[in-house]
C-alpha cells in the first residue's frame, strides 16, 4: 500500500461535511504506519506521521474532530507532543486559541503537574496555572489514545485550572488497551479504532 507523501486523497474523502463522513478512517488506516517493537520490544506502534504529511487528510482529520464538537469549546489543548500539531491545525480552523500542555520542565512559569503511565514507560504533564480562564470549555487533541493516561492527565490539568473539559478527540484509539475506561465520563471522539 502507497503511504508516500503525494498520496492522494480520494476527492469523496475530501468531503467537507465531515461530521459523519464514513471515509475518514479509511484514509487514516491507508495513511498509518505500524511499527512493531517500537519503542521497545512488545509495543506495536501506530505512527500518524503520514497523515499529518498529507495536507488533505491533515485537513480532513482536523475538520472532522472538530465538526463533531461544534459549538461545544472555546478553546483548544494539545498534548506534546504530536497533540500540538492537530491542536494549532484545530484552532487555526475554529477561530481558538491553543493551550499548550507540556512535558515536565519546558514551561517557564507557576505550573500545576500530573504524572501518568503509558504503554513504554512514565511521564508528567504540566501546564501553566494562569494560562486558561475559569471556565473555559476545552477540547484536548492527541494524536492516539492507548492506555488514556496521557489524556486522563492532560483533563486533570485542565479541571485544576478550572476549566471544563468539553471533549476529547484523538485520531486513532487502540482498542486492546483500556484508554476509554480510563476516561469515564468524557466524550471521546476517535476517527479509527484499531
Ligand atoms: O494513552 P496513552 O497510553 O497515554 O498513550 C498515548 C500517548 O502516547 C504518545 O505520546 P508520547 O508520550 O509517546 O509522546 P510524544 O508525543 O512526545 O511522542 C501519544 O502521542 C499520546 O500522547
Ligand atoms: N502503540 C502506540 N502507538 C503510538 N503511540 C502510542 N502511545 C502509546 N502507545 C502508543
Do not use: W
Request: one cysteine or more; aromatic letters at 6%.
Amino acid at each position: 500500500m502507497n503511504k508516500t507523501l503525494s498520496a492522494p486523497v480520494n476527492p469523496s474523502e475530501s468531503n467537507p461535511e465531515t461530521a459523519n463522513n464514513p471515509h475518514v478512517s479509511a484514509v487514516v488506516e491507508r495513511l498509518c504506519a505500524t511499527v512493531p517493537d517500537y519503542p521497545e520490544p512488545g509495543i506495536v506502534f501506530k505512527d500518524l506521521t503520514p497523515v499529518f504529511a498529507d495536507g488533505p487528510a491533515l485537513k480532513l482529520v482536523v475538520d472532522s474532530i472538530v465538526a463533531k464538537f461544534a459549538g461545544k469549546f472555546d478553546a483548544v489543548a494539545g498534548v506534546e507532543a504530536r497533540g500540538f500539531l492537530l491542536a494549532a491545525a484545530a484552532a487555526y480552523a475554529t477561530g481558538t486559541g491553543v493551550i499548550t500542555i507540556r512535558k515536565a520542565g519546558k514551561l517557564p512559569r507557576d505550573v500545576y503537574a500530573e504524572s501518568y503511565a503509558l504503554e513504554y514507560g512514565e511521564a508528567t504533564l504540566e501546564l501553566h496555572q494562569e494560562d486558561v480562564p475559569a471556565g473555559t470549555r476545552v477540547l484536548i487533541l492527541d494524536d492516539v489514545l492507548a492506555t488514556g493516561g496521557t489524556l486522563g492527565a492532560a483533563a486533570t490539568l485542565l479541571e485544576r485550572t478550572g476549566a471544563v473539559v468539553a471533549g476529547i478527540g484523538v485520531v486513532l484509539e487502540i482498542d486492546a488497551l483500556p484508554g476509554r475506561e480510563n476516561l469515564p465520563g468524557r466524550e471521546i471522539v476517535s476517527l479509527l479504532h484499531v
